[in-house]
């Protein structure tokens, strides 16, 4: 899984939003601690249409909802890839090495069928 | 900009994560309710390495700093990847009409160098 | 409803957080800025212990986990209160008049049972 | 700063707010686990007004967004106050406690003028 070479949709993505901010003069808006803030409140928003909702529900969505809420996934991506632009991290990269962290933390015999956190095991 | 392909590496990722959660019996944890506030708690996991850095300093981050940033900026993006799965959403493709729509609300002439909402032109 | 008074137990704690910020020299950190984001993550801390519990199981919570989320609590009352404290807003007499807002917005026969956004009505 | 007496202002919100919820039969809404959702939700709503200030900027607001800060404070205290309800749990009391913990925590000699977190003293 580790390719190594970057990805060609996600870097047309990421000079998109930089040829979009240029564009606006709001580069100066996009200090990485203000593109993290921004990208919190995106993934709250996101939470909102959720938050009333049971579980079940949340399996259920209707087109309209699940229409808005494909807005709100958006625009957490792109706050992502702008953020990882800003700081030169490569966000599949780095996914895929957080999974073998993951497998590592929450080992298949420890971890199955629990919510536990690894530092609780 | 509408390929109108799957993303592979991606699609990789879904897998690698639909897989690591069957073998862990995690599915029933993972509604698209759940999903979504565990990305909303990453994102100020990653907000928390900002909260007292000033923009500037956050413009500059040593080598660790940025290592550990990496690793929640993976987070975010697993979340994001999981949820869109379950929601059957392809996050590029949104991400890409997303940006259309951004284009439209926030016209160049009226949001050059202005940090004002759309709905407050 | 409307004593229009300083709640002086409220008043004591915002004393003893500007004492604790001096003591420190904390209060180059406490921007208005810092001070939401620390709020925020602190809120999305609380929310993690919630993440993976049902809502059947969140009504019904052991002893060590309710003092773990007493803790979170408290973590976001203080950075509210220091945040209302920067802002000079006094945040009891916010609430209530937040809620007669709140009344007009949603008036019963409109949201009896309803988990509707207002602007939905 | 130990009184043990509940505070009768708070108390009466909390009060209202049942009332509120149970006129519109939201109750059914209310668990813990959905209002430490909505609680993010809104404390990430207060951090949107700040993202693309500056620190300065945070300083001198205006009135109407001073106003609008406001009304987010209060959404904030109001969905803590339901939650620390419904799991009785006495914001006051845990917040003076916790305070003492981060006097424990941030000794003034180690903490002074660090942004660091006591765990990495």
Same mark, same amino acid.
């Given at each position: 899984?580790?390719?190594?070479?970057v &990805?060609?949709?996600?870097? @047309?993505?990421?000079?998109? !939003? $930089? @040829? *979009?901010? $240029?564009?606006? =003069?709001w580069e100066?808006? %996009?200090?990485? /601690? &203000?593109?993290?803030s921004?990208?919190s409140v995106?993934?709250a928003?996101?939470?909102?249409h *959720?938050q009333?909702?049971t579980e079940?529900? #949340? %399996?259920? !969505?209707?087109?309209d909802? /699940? &229409?808005e809420?494909?807005? =709100?996934?958006a625009?957490?991506?792109? +706050?992502?890839?702008?953020?990882?632009?800003?700081?030169?991290?490569?966000?599949?990269?780095a @996914?895929r090495r957080?999974?073998e962290? &993951?497998?590592?933390k +929450?080992?298949?015999? !420890?971890?199955?069928? #629990? #919510? /536990?956190k +690894? #530092?609780?095991?």
């Amino acid at each position: 899984m580790d390719q190594g070479i970057v &990805n060609a949709e996600l870097q @047309a993505l990421q000079d998109a !939003l $930089r @040829a *979009f901010a $240029r564009e606006r =003069e709001w580069e100066q808006f %996009h200090s990485p /601690k &203000n593109l993290a803030s921004a990208l919190s409140v995106e993934a709250a928003e996101l939470l909102e249409h *959720f938050q009333w909702m049971t579980e079940e529900q #949340s %399996h259920t !969505l209707g087109e309209d909802k /699940k &229409n808005e809420i494909a807005e =709100e996934v958006a625009d957490v991506f792109l +706050y992502l890839l702008q953020l990882s632009d800003k700081l030169g991290i490569d966000p599949l990269e780095a @996914a895929r090495r957080k999974l073998e962290i &993951n497998a590592a933390k +929450y080992p298949v015999d !420890l971890a199955k069928g #629990s #919510s /536990k956190k +690894y #530092s609780d095991f």
